[in-house]
Nanobody
Framework: VQLQASGGGLVQAGGSLRLSCAVSGGSVTDYSMAWFRQPPEKEREFVSALHWGGDWDQYADSVKWRFTISRQDAKNVVYLNMYDLKPEDTALYFC?????????????????WGQGTQVTVSS
């Protein structure tokens, strides 16, 4: 499956952004989908995941209550709505697809990755 992430940009602290991940070559309902991010000079880290059934999601503690993952089946798109952004949210954000139902915070569970979209939060 091919993934195309978009929606990144420059925003002030406290602002909001919505990232999109367009899925092609398969149906978004067949995959557990996730967002990861890589801050400058740091390793990639888990942000959020949505189970393929669409019935549960999970979040890293650092983004819980500020970020929301969702999908629009008819458009084959997964979203990451980000609110109350902080400078520490600055990173390259990646979407990823997995056939797995478990351990969705682990990078190794994901077999397809998008190219990344940059989010920069100024203080």
């Amino acid at each position: 499956v091919q993934l195309q992430a978009s929606g990144g940009g420059l925003v002030q602290a406290g602002g909001s952004l919505r990232l999109s991940c367009a899925v092609s070559g398969g149906s978004v309902t067949d995959y557990s989908m996730a967002w990861f991010r890589q801050p400058p000079e740091k390793e990639r880290e888990f942000v959020s995941a949505l189970h393929w059934g669409g019935d549960w999601d999970q979040y890293a503690d650092s983004v819980k209550w500020r970020f929301t993952i969702s999908r629009q089946d008819a458009k084959n798109v997964v979203y990451l709505n980000m609110y109350d952004l902080k400078p520490e949210d600055t990173a390259l954000y990646f979407c990823a697809a997995s056939h797995s139902s478990d351990d969705l915070e682990r990078e190794l569970e994901y077999h397809d990755w998008g190219q990344g979209t940059q989010v920069t939060v100024s203080s």
